[in-house]
């Protein structure tokens, strides 16, 4: 018994106790380490150059056969669909669509699906998608690789990419009199934006599955006709057969990404082509200073984190990656002036043909899915790039900082609470009550288990409750019943501090779970979105680094400070935040009260937003920061608030009874 009460093995050693004292300074320096780590990585000494890891894909970058014949064919074709786009304003022109697939020969269906728009009161909303497919002369149909091209009506908000369809078509017609072919081409029309590319790909993969109608908000129909097993897809967004430059679109659903080698893929045939393209690709602007190449490199990767961050795909090709097939968007924009890329405006489309030629025989030669380089990676230049094992040491060093503190806190809390439950217990044995078992042990466990479960399920509750039938019977739109809901959680998760207060050391074990919670939800979190993980932990660790049970080591104007920014990190207040700095950068004319209500109304519609592509797209945003972020906030906010039982209560008891003068005893009179 000896050995176990030896002090010089006990985790109350001088080492522990010497951390404990200065934890603080330990989990700032690991925060420091994080985010010196991920800006330190946009330069160049610390990224790597593009390479193509996969030799398969040379056969694209032999000369092309696309020749000037195919150009007139789209300008006859865009100049066509621009008469039927007359005819049908605010539709698509389904019939022309179809019959210039018959046309070229191509195995031509046509693909229903309906929307039940979950706030719609019952509201149906049909559509149509047009795709043609042309069998592999060489093998029987087991692989397959989809062209894709969204149709925009006249009516539409968004920029005009009418000349993509005449693109594809041109497109369809060159690949059909080819023999080489080893895999299915599917040319796929779609309409309504992400929500037919979406219907298509649950048809194309599920639509034998047996679905609950009564509770499926999408219904994607069935598919007439299928090829193989999809190995990759191109989405194609032109504005005009005379193009300026070539965007490289590739964020997905949930920040995922297609391979690197394919983006590296178009990049290679589009400088051999002669196109200007890559990653956030912008007109080329002249300005009065030219920033360094750390500061170039940096903004870029910081602008790949940001659309990551938010989980929604900036293209069609985004809704590909959930399935595990590798995709990505070529949006070409505009020309300003009349010259074109190469040779007179009779030429003008060739050399994006081409470069789409040579995509397609790239992907024709894989004999396998992709899988040599890299999924996980950030875009810091077009030829330079940061793989998952240099970015998430960025991570790490932020979420060690509650890992850490967990375990100094740990290692502290049984010592500094076990005199205090002792008085506590032998304050209620001298008072003739029965002491608490719980605190006996010295920790409160069931009754903070009790807490949690409490603040889990008012998180689960915001992501269900919009749902329910009851509250979409109610007469409100989309975004205020959303909002309402999630308002109404928030309030609950204020008011609970101050009206369950746990017992004696039951923050002190709350802060140690929450720690631990924090941690895991960071890790698992950046594992699947890097971006959204690591925004999230710079902007929360300071708090979880200030916040502290112990009085002595928390003063006034700390606690009152970590109180205010916790208060400002609440989900809904950080969405309305970012939306209004979005809002001023768009609209900097507006005067600040008019500012200020866009910025409410377009918080507002977030949420929805965010509710609706979670239960159509899959997309988790809302689905983490109601069930996650919501929950990890009032744990935050509870121990901000340090509301307690205080157990020195009971030591004062002990104390009053021990000086309490003891009764002398009577002494009895002997009598005669």
């Known amino acids: 018994m000896g050995l176990l009460s030896d002090p010089s093995i006990s985790t109350q050693n001088k080492l522990v106790d010497s951390l404990a004292k200065h934890v603080r300074k330990v989990c700032s320096g690991f925060y420091v380490l994080g985010v010196v780590w991920l800006a330190c990585l946009a330069l160049p000494e610390f990224n790597h150059g593009t390479y193509l890891s996969e030799n398969a894909l040379s056969p694209g970058l032999v000369y092309p056969e696309i020749r000037i014949d195919s150009n007139r064919l789209a300008t006859q074709l865009l100049e066509e669909l621009q008469r039927e786009r007359k005819e049908h304003k605010s539709t698509t022109p389904h019939a022309w669509i179809a019959a210039k697939f018959n046309e070229f020969g191509l195995e031509t269906h046509t693909h229903n699906y309906t929307l039940r728009y979950p706030f719609g009161g019952g509201k149906e909303y ?56 080893a895999k299915d081409l599917i040319f796929l029309v779609t309409e309504q934006e992400q929500l037919g590319m979406q219907a298509w790909l649950e048809a194309y993969h599920d639509g034998d599955r047996v679905m609950n109608v009564s509770k499926a908000y999408l219904l994607p129909g069935n598919l007439p006709a299928r090829a193989g097993s999809l190995q990759a897809a191109l989405n194609i967004e032109v504005q005009d057969l005379e193009i300026d430059y070539v965007d490289v679109k590739i964020e997905g659903l949930n920040g995922k990404l297609p391979n690197l080698d394919m983006f590296n893929l178009v990049q290679r045939i589009m400088a051999r082509e002669g196109i200007t393209s890559g990653y956030k690709q912008t007109l080329r602007k002249k300005r009065r200073s030219n920033p360094s190449v750390f500061e170039k490199n940096l903004r870029q990767m910081l602008s790949m984190l940001s659309t990551q961050s938010s989980g929604v795909p900036n293209g069609n090709h985004g809704l590909f990656h959930r399935y595990r097939i590798d995709a990505l968007t070529i949006a070409a924009a505009k020309r300003q002036t009349h010259a074109t890329l190469k040779g007179n405006a009779g030429s003008a489309a060739v ?56 375990y100094l806190t740990w290692s502290t809390l049984d010592f500094e609470l076990q005199p205090a439950a002792t008085a506590k217990a032998s304050a209620e044995t001298q008072s003739g009550s029965e002491p608490d078992t719980d605190v006996e042990d010295g920790l409160p466990y069931g009754s903070v288990l009790i807490y949690l479960t409490a603040v889990l399920l008012i998180g689960y509750l915001g992501n269900v409750l919009p749902l329910q039938q009851y509250f979409l019977e109610i007469p409100m739109g989309a975004a205020p019943l959303t909002t309402s809901v999630l308002s109404f959680l928030t309030l609950i998760g204020f008011i609970l501090p101050f009206v369950v207060v746990l017992p004696a050391g039951g923050l002190e074990l709350l802060h140690v779970g929450f720690l631990l919670i924090f941690g895991c939800s960071l890790i698992v979190v950046g594992l699947l979105n890097f971006a959204l993980g690591f925004f999230v932990a710079v902007l929360t660790v300071p708090v979880v680094i200030a916040l502290e049970t112990s009085e002595k080591n928390w003063n006034g104007s700390m606690r009152n400070l970590t109180r205010l920014i916790t208060l400002l990190l609440n989900p809904m207040v950080v969405v309305y935040v970012i939306v209004l700095c979005m809002s001023f950068y768009q609209f900097p004319e507006l005067k600040l009260d008019k500012l200020l209500l866009r910025a409410a109304t377009a918080a507002m519609d977030a949420s929805a937003y965010g509710l609706i592509d979670c239960v159509i797209y899959g997309n988790w945003l809302y689905f983490v920061v109601s069930t996650v972020f919501l929950p990890l906030w009032i744990l935050c906010w509870t121990l901000a608030l340090s509301k307690r039982r205080d157990i020195a209560d009971y030591s004062d008891y002990e104390e009053s009874q021990r000086r309490k003068p003891k009764p002398q005893p009577q002494t009895k009179l002997k009598t005669n």
């Open 126 to 181: 049909h559509g149509k998608n047009i795709y043609g497919i042309l069998r592999a002369p060489r093998i029987a149909s087991t692989e397959g690789i989809v062209f894709t091209a969204p149709y925009r009506a006249p009516t539409s908000v968004h920029p005009d990419i009418s000349p993509s369809v005449p693109l594809l078509l041109a497109f369809a017609d060159f690949a059909r009199r080819k023999n080489y072919w």
């Open 351 to 406: 050399p994006l043909l081409k470069a789409i030629e040579g995509i397609a025989r790239s992907l024709n030669n894989l004999l396998e899915r992709f899988h040599q380089s890299f999924f996980f990676y950030v875009i810091v230049n077009n030829d330079r790039y940061i793989s998952i094992g240099d970015y998430m040491t960025a991570l790490v060093a932020l979420v060690a900082c509650a890992f850490f503190k967990a």
